[in-house]
T-cell receptor, first 109, second 117 residues
Framework: AQRVTQPEKLLSVFKGAPVELKCNYS??????LFWYVQYSRQRLQLLLR??SRESIKGFTADLNKGETSFHLKKPFAQEEDSAMYYC???????????FGTGTRLQVFP | EAGVTQFPSHSVIEKGQTVTLRCDPI?????LYWYRRVMGKEIKFLLH????????ESGMPNNRFLAERTGGTYSTLKVQPAELEDSGVYFC???????????????FGPGTRLTVL
């Protein structure tokens, strides 16, 4: 079965500290992985996707097929990074997104 | 461009009543999706329209839920009769037609918070 697991409900760090939000997936095949972010009082928006291999707002994520992981990383957290982060998976034969339960990132000054 | 819009933003109804949620996708987006997040759970897929056709409705929980997209523009999601477990946030998303750049990026609306008492 297709599944996305985000083991941490809450991650709290201080400004300037490194951040890693974990995401593991279960899928037999080649999935497309995404990170979505929801800032306070804003709508869900795409942060990055694995096929684009780009860094957005200092965040990067590498697809590790051996470990079936797609962890989100940032070397130096900023207060404005505080938000809810969702890892999501889409298979090539369907467009629906399968979401993890989300991780709330709190960055303290 | 206003992005994906949803109406209403909040709805409070009693068990057994009917509620209709509306979604207006981004102009030109053929693909329209409905998702919902029940309290404490993950965001779950409900269904996917391509223009006016239902491409995938595998996530619809039961026959109390009816989604339509007449004319391939806006979509409605009707819950009739509503039950307590239907409470949650209902999200709509849209994406560009296949074969266009960013065809796989889904743009989300702000959601409709439904409370069934």
């Amino acid at each position: 079965a297709q599944r996305v697991t985000q083991p941490e409900k809450l991650l709290s760090v201080f400004k300037g500290a490194p951040v890693e939000l974990k995401c593991n997936y279960s899928y037999s095949g080649s999935p497309e992985l995404f990170w979505y972010v929801q800032y306070s009082r804003q709508r869900l928006q795409l942060l990055l996707r694995h096929i684009s291999r780009e860094s957005i707002k200092g965040f990067t994520a590498d697809l590790n097929k051996g470990e079936t992981s797609f962890h989100l990383k940032k070397p130096f957290a900023q207060e404005e990074d505080s938000a809810m982060y969702y890892c999501a998976l889409a298979s090539y034969n369907t467009d629906k997104l399968i979401f993890g339960t989300g991780t709330r990132l709190q960055v303290f000054p | 461009e206003a992005g994906v819009t949803q109406f209403p933003s909040h709805s409070v109804i009693e068990k057994g009543q009917t509620v209709t949620l509306r979604c207006d996708p981004i102009s030109g987006h053929d693909n329209l999706y409905w998702y919902r997040r029940v309290m404490g759970k993950e965001i779950k897929f409900l269904l996917h329209f391509v223009k006016e056709s239902k491409q995938d409705e595998s996530g619809m929980p039961n026959n109390r839920f009816l989604a339509e997209r007449t004319g391939g523009t806006y979509s409605t999601l009707k819950v009739q009769p509503a039950e307590l477990e239907d409470s949650g946030v209902y999200f709509c998303a849209s994406s560009p037609p296949y074969g266009t750049p960013d065809e796989n990026e889904q743009f989300f609306g702000p959601g409709t918070r439904l409370t069934v008492l």
